[in-house]
């Protein structure tokens, strides 16, 4: 979500510093970031995605915030990575899973039934994660610096914040929402090769 920029720049430790101050411990901070998220669930559910949309992005601010907590308290570890891209991936499916209802309502369709593109790019947000954790699964990329070439189109952040976008303008005509999770479903698809092709080609590559 907005975690990618504060990772980067001062702004993290500024955050860390101010939220450390509550005394919650950086794990406590991943999960809390799923109550609102849950409650953006079922804003979707009822048909209200704006207040979903402010809902997620609270999601998304309390997600950047527990790094950023751990960093400047020096309890960052190996289980609460784990722990955060688990709620990560809830969280994502929270959004996806609402938003599925909110766009059964619709009318209006883009060349595909709507449902159709939503599933287009659940697939492709879930297909990038499996194909960087399979290869290292099977030791066919096994080292760190190379998954990070792996890269694509949209990682995790961007696709997230493209999808706010597109609930944004959603408010103002729920068409848009279309327009752009087929947009979404298209480019997530297209990382999703892009990352097979760089585990296909690792090899050939030289790599062992």
């Not at 609460?80 to 709620?87: E, N, Q, R, V």
Request: charged share 15%.
């Amino acid at each position: 979500m907005l975690k990618s920029k504060f990772d980067t720049d001062k702004i993290s430790v500024k955050i860390g510093l101010i939220f450390s101050g509550f005394g919650i411990s950086p794990n406590t901070w991943t999960i809390l970031a799923l109550i609102p998220a849950f409650f953006g669930f079922l804003s979707l559910y009822s048909g209200d995605l704006f207040t979903a949309l402010i809902l997620f992005l609270i999601s998304g601010f309390i997600d950047a915030v527990d790094g950023a907590v751990a960093r400047v308290t020096g309890r960052v570890t190996a289980m609460g990575a784990f722990l955060d891209g688990i709620i990560d991936r809830y969280v994502e499916i929270l959004i996806y899973v609402g938003l599925l209802f909110f766009i059964l309502r619709m009318d209006v369709e883009f060349y595909l039934p709507n449902a159709v593109w939503l599933a287009l790019l659940i697939f492709g947000a879930l297909m990038p994660t499996y194909i960087r954790a399979y290869a290292d699964h099977r030791n066919v990329v096994t080292e760190p610096k190379d998954h990070k070439k792996m890269g694509g189109l949209l990682e995790r952040t961007e696709r997230l914040s493209i999808l706010y976008i597109g609930m944004l303008f959603g408010c103002y005509d729920p068409n848009f929402l279309i327009y752009f999770i087929a947009i979404l479903a298209i480019l997530a698809n297209i990382t999703a090769l892009q990352r097979l092709w760089f585990v296909v080609n690792y090899r050939k590559r030289g790599h062992a």
